[in-house]
């Protein structure tokens, strides 16, 4: 079955970085369409960031471009969010998604952004 399994989340100071994972079982990883999401306490989900299966195309929600960097080690089946400048709003669960016959979400992990 497919699995999706998120991890290096903390505590980090403004300014500071992280790089998240998620590693990913049960489908065809090199050729998915994977994606970060965001969820801040009382806010909806948000999308991040994707990276399409093959090339390796990269997109970004504008708030996060220029610190976020999404990539993927197919022979890992691993995603990667880098992120640096870390800024309080960055704050919240972090989830990687993808997307088969309908969508697969992991349990997320949680990245809090304070002094």
């Known amino acids: 079955q497919v699995q999706l399994v998120e991890s290096g989340g903390g505590l980090v100071q403004p300014g500071g970085s992280l790089r998240l994972s998620c590693a990913a079982s049960?489908?065809?990883?090199?050729?998915?369409?994977m994606s970060w999401y965001r969820q801040a306490p009382g806010k909806e989900r948000e999308f991040v960031a994707t990276?399409?299966?093959?090339?390796?195309?990269?997109n970004y929600v504008d708030s996060v471009k220029g610190r976020f960097t999404i990539s993927r080690d197919n022979a890992k089946n691993t995603m990667y969010l880098q992120m640096n400048s870390l800024k309080p709003e960055d704050t919240a669960v972090y989830y990687c998604?993808?997307?088969?016959?309908?969508?697969?979400w992991g349990q997320g992990t949680q990245v809090t952004v304070s002094s």
């Open positions: 990276i399409s299966g093959g090339e390796g195309r990269t």
């Open positions: 049960g489908f065809t990883f090199s050729i998915s369409f």
């Open positions: 998604t993808v997307n088969l016959r309908r969508n697969y």
